[in-house]
């Protein structure tokens, strides 16, 4: 009961990150490339720094690697049953009288639901990160929750942007950001029931996410942003890359 509880507080602070954003209202092209950039900086620090580390630790090589190329693979084959956000626009452009704006909108809120999907997947491992840390001692799992809680407001942040300058509404934002945090306790309660298995199964979760996330960061979130604005995606990316450091 303990971990679900910390899992469903460090899970749940998504919504933080879409309350915020929504304070500001709907995003220009700027502010989405810099918001873009954002998100691919905080998902590659979670990925590099925290994801891939911490399934080496609980695996071996062979057990990172693996899982971080499945994660791969599973983002290709979705990217093959959806055409690229960057290519439809070209592609939508050449029908005769397209709303220009809407086509934009329809790309944006794509490049959303992928951030949604990314961020969603690495949620469950760290739900089973948090367990496993109660299971070691309450102090340690404690602090993981906490860490998790807190790089859950920018990811937060970085699934509401897209979703709403891609025109959902609030309520929809809100529904989405807590629906990926919730993830969290989902992994925690999938935890509870196979932490007996192995800590390899864990390790290979950590770094299935991390290589789910590094794709969608290089085929979606880089080209998207920098068709925006190249220079506040590169000041976006910057700063999700140092805070995401700092928070992990």
Do not use: W
Request: with cysteine.
């Amino acid at each position: 009961m303990e971990s679900m509880i910390y899992s469903f507080l460090a899970g749940t602070s998504t919504v933080l990150g879409a309350i915020i954003l929504m304070f500001f209202g709907t995003p220009g092209k700027k502010t989405m490339a810099a918001l873009l950039g954002f998100a691919g900086g905080i998902m590659v620090a979670v990925s590099v720094f925290e994801l891939m580390p911490e399934a080496l630790e609980m695996g071996s090589m062979l057990v990172t690697l693996v899982g971080f190329l499945l994660g791969c693979g599973m983002m290709f084959l979705l990217d093959s049953f959806m055409p690229h956000a960057h290519m439809s626009k070209s592609d939508d452009l050449e029908v005769e009288n397209v709303d220009e704006d809407q086509v934009h909108n329809q790309t944006v809120l794509r490049t959303g639901y992928l951030i949604f999907l990314g961020i969603a997947l690495h949620n469950v491992p760290e739900g089973l990160a948090i367990g496993a840390g109660l299971e070691a001692s309450p102090e340690l799992g404690m602090v993981i929750a906490l860490a998790i809680g807190l790089h859950n407001i920018p990811e937060g942040l970085a699934v509401a942007g897209p979703l709403r300058a891609g025109g959902l509404s609030n309520v929809k934002v809100i529904l989405f950001t807590l629906g990926a945090g919730l993830m969290t306790p989902v992994g925690t309660a999938i935890g509870l029931l196979v932490f007996g298995i192995s800590e390899a199964f864990i390790a290979g979760s950590l770094a299935f996410a991390a290589g789910a996330m590094i794709y969608i960061v290089n085929d979606e979130l880089i080209p998207q942003s920098n068709s925006m604005h190249s220079h506040m995606a590169n000041a976006g990316l910057i700063a999700g890359l140092l805070i995401g450091f700092v928070l992990l």
